[in-house]
């Protein structure tokens, strides 16, 4: 039984459910493995990163939207309850959390997918990040020291939710350069590894 109220955790769930959870982690993979992406960098004009990047947009599906909506009135709900000023300064930290939260996921899902190049397709460790996009539900107050570091520095899951909750919550200014610094890194980390995957990458054979 978790010991935050039912604010505190609908806070930590809306940003997990209603703006940061789709699925579509596996969307460079998916380009890898079918061979698109070969046909992107040998007829596309632009940089295979973009194309890459852009295939999130594509597999967007209508169970995101569903998401955004039920988180959207939880956001509303915890912050009445726990009288968290609805203003426009705090709307736009709340969207720059949002933008922070789909850096880090993107950037740690473009990081694995890239494991492809190296191995061949033999071994990604997209589906372990995918699945632990799953504790991103819960505070990660409630896990050991170790996973704390894990989950604050190397696979930074807590910046998608529970540091900009913890932001309203207690209002702790520095989360929002941290988020901001998390999510930049995340995202130039796996363009780092993307490219440097790319000069590995022999195509799809028939």
Not at 97 to 123: D, E, I, N, R
Not at 150 to 159: A, C, R
């Amino acid at each position: 039984v978790s010991p935050l109220p039912l604010p505190d955790l609908a806070l930590i769930l809306c940003t997990r459910d209603g703006f940061s959870s789709t699925e579509c982690c596996a969307g460079p993979a998916a380009l890898e493995r079918s061979g698109s992406l070969q046909c992107i960098i040998v007829f596309s004009p632009l940089p295979g990163i973009l194309l890459a990047m852009g295939f999130f947009v594509r597999e967007i599906r209508s169970e995101s939207i569903e998401q955004i909506f039920l988180g959207s009135i939880l956001l509303v709900y915890s912050a009445t309850q726990l009288t968290v000023e609805i203003n426009f300064r705090n709307i736009l930290t709340a969207l720059y959390f949002v933008a922070c939260g789909a850096a880090v996921l993107g950037g740690l899902s473009l990081f694995s997918s890239s494991f492809l190049f190296f191995t061949q397709g033999a071994f990604t460790p997209i589906n372990f990040i995918s699945e632990l996009r799953e504790y991103t539900k819960y505070p990660i107050e409630i896990f050991g020291k170790g996973l704390q570091f894990v989950f604050t520095w190397l696979i930074p899951i807590g910046y998608v939710s529970y540091y900009p909750s913890i932001f309203f919550l207690r209002n702790q200014s520095n989360i929002c350069l941290y988020s901001g610094l998390v999510a930049l890194t995340s995202l130039l980390l796996g363009y780092v590894v993307f490219n440097i995957g790319l000069r590995f990458y022999e195509g799809v054979s028939a």
